[in-house]
């Protein structure tokens, strides 16, 4: 892409198709992609990590639209690189192998993009990990193929999966709670306690919860950012009606 020129909704399906990724072809992510990652066609050298490797379309597509991006994939059974780009060997499942593979990772990550075991319990443990130490400030976080939340007794990947419509360990129920965390400000102690210990039983760091600055959810897709330093400022300031509100029983 062109520096500051704006990727259309046309432009991305256009490129994804091209690619074979399903990103287009299946899930018509193309409709709500480009306008939050807008701003990454501002930025030169950064880094981009996709989970799951599938048949290599992902980077494919990501080495089109972003050309001075360098492009990391996590996969548990690919390892390979060439020019822009390299498979690291990462369970997302295991804490500890995510960490070897974020010490390889040589750029700042301004895009991560989950589309590995979607399992929700990975997807949320996964998002803990990265989200707070590889992400950059105002970057993008994107967990795809949240359909598996809805499962109610279902297998993919050698995983199973068993949740619903409001099962409390799904990634979008626990996502959900991010919601309520970035009005934490507004929130009596009491209830702000309660919420954190929601988080952390669902499988959230309430660390990395309390670094989002916006929670997007979609058709089968749930887009979060990254505050940064000016964001993080409203989030921690007393809140002016706190005396009348935010009184505990």
Request: charged fraction near 20%; aromatic fraction near 12%.
């Amino acid at each position: 892409m062109a520096a500051n020129s704006r990727l259309t909704s046309a432009e991305f399906k256009q490129i994804g198709d091209r690619c074979g990724t399903d990103k287009t072809l299946q899930h018509g992510y193309h409709r709500f992609y480009p306008a939050h990652l807008a701003p990454l066609s501002q930025l030169n050298d950064f880094g981009i990590l996709e989970i799951g490797y599938g048949e290599g379309s992902s980077i494919s597509l990501w080495r089109a639209l972003y050309p001075r991006a360098f492009v990391y994939c996590f996969d548990r059974d690919v390892e390979d690189e060439g020019e822009g780009y390299r498979v690291i060997k990462a369970d997302q499942s295991s804490p500890e192998s995510l960490s070897l593979a974020i010490a390889k990772i040589e750029h700042e990550v301004h895009l991560v993009v989950d589309d590995g075991s979607h399992n929700p319990a990975h997807q949320l443990q996964t998002f803990s990990h990265l989200f707070s130490s590889l992400l950059a400030p105002q970057g993008v976080y994107i967990v795809e193929d949240i359909e598996t939340s809805y499962w109610l007794d279902g297998e993919l990947y050698g995983y199973a999966t068993h949740y619903g419509l409001f099962n409390h360990w799904s990634a979008i129920e626990a996502f959900k709670l991010i919601v309520d965390y970035t009005n934490r400000s507004f929130l009596a102690p009491c209830d702000q306690s309660q919420l954190e210990y929601r988080l952390a039983m669902v499988g959230l760091d309430p660390q990395a919860s309390a670094l989002v600055g916006s929670v997007t959810f979609a058709q089968n897709f749930v887009v979060l950012s990254k505050a940064d330093a000016s964001d993080m400022a409203y989030y921690d300031r007393p809140y002016v009606y706190g005396e009348r509100s935010q009184r505990c029983p």
